[in-house]
């Protein structure tokens, strides 16, 4: 129930297209659901959140959809760049505002090519 | 820049060995966790410190520990060290009254012969 399901787990586009990165859940207690990017080396970096209570967040070139009632969320790149080539990771919070943990998904790792 | 920094960058060590790990993060930081991510995986929880006490902890053994002192920084510390605790351990942060975004530092390569 705390696992949190990611797919595909590769996926390469072409410069210009749009990769789609799914996630799904079970527990109802998550509450906050980010999206980290993480380049050979170095740790995850936050890209963007989202929380239960928003369908839809856009920030740049990325946009999180977030289906509460199918406890699925999927993250979406535009007009993606080689630049862009990493593993995404989405994530899951549990547990109050003071404690709690990010329960990450397996990850994806994305190739833009030129 | 998170402003999160970790050291070592890397460590190689032998299995029985024990290693210590070492965060540190920015004033008003007052969470900070831990990860272990292990390679071709997602990050795994493995404890959080709020205020200087444990206030969460993941499936992993007492032999993982952890301090947090009162200038924001942190202490992983593994004992008799096994095989499978090769991994990226990664340290994390939170804003004093932030809303959930955890910060992560750039890791601590750890491999254990």
């Known amino acids: 129930q705390q696992q949190v399901k990611q797919s595909p787990q590769s996926l390469i586009v072409q410069k210009g297209g749009i990769p789609i990165i799914n996630c799904a859940y079970e527990?109802?207690?998550?509450?906050?659901f980010p999206w980290y990017q993480q380049f050979p080396g170095k740790g995850p970096a936050l890209l963007i959140a989202i929380r239960p209570d928003v369908s839809e967040k856009k920030e740049g070139r990325f946009t999180i959809s977030f289906n509460k009632s199918a406890k699925q969320f999927s993250l979406h790149i535009m007009d993606s760049q080689p630049g862009d080539s990493a593993t995404y990771f989405c994530?899951?919070?549990?547990?109050?505002?003071?404690?709690?943990?990010?329960?990450f998904g397996q990850g994806t790792e994305l190739s833009v090519k030129p | 820049e998170t402003g999160v920094t970790q050291s070592p960058t890397h460590l190689i060590k032998t299995r029985g060995q024990q290693v210590t790990l070492r965060c540190s993060s920015q004033?008003?930081?007052?969470?900070v966790s831990w990860y272990q991510q292990a390679l071709g995986q997602g990050p795994q929880f493995i404890f959080q410190y709020y205020r200087e006490e444990e206030n969460g902890r993941g499936n992993f053994p007492p032999r993982f520990s952890g301090l947090q002192f009162p200038n924001y920084s942190s202490e992983l510390n593994v004992n008799a060290l096994e095989l499978d605790d090769s991994a990226l351990y990664l340290c994390?942060?939170?804003?004093?009254?932030?809303?959930?975004?955890?910060?992560f530092g750039e890791g601590s390569r750890l491999t254990v012969l």
């Open positions: 994530a899951a919070h549990y547990g109050s505002s003071r404690g709690g943990k990010l329960i």
């Open positions: 004033s008003g930081h007052n969470t």
């Open positions: 994390a942060s939170r804003r004093t009254g932030g809303t959930g975004e955890l910060f």
């Open positions: 527990n109802t207690a998550f509450d906050y």
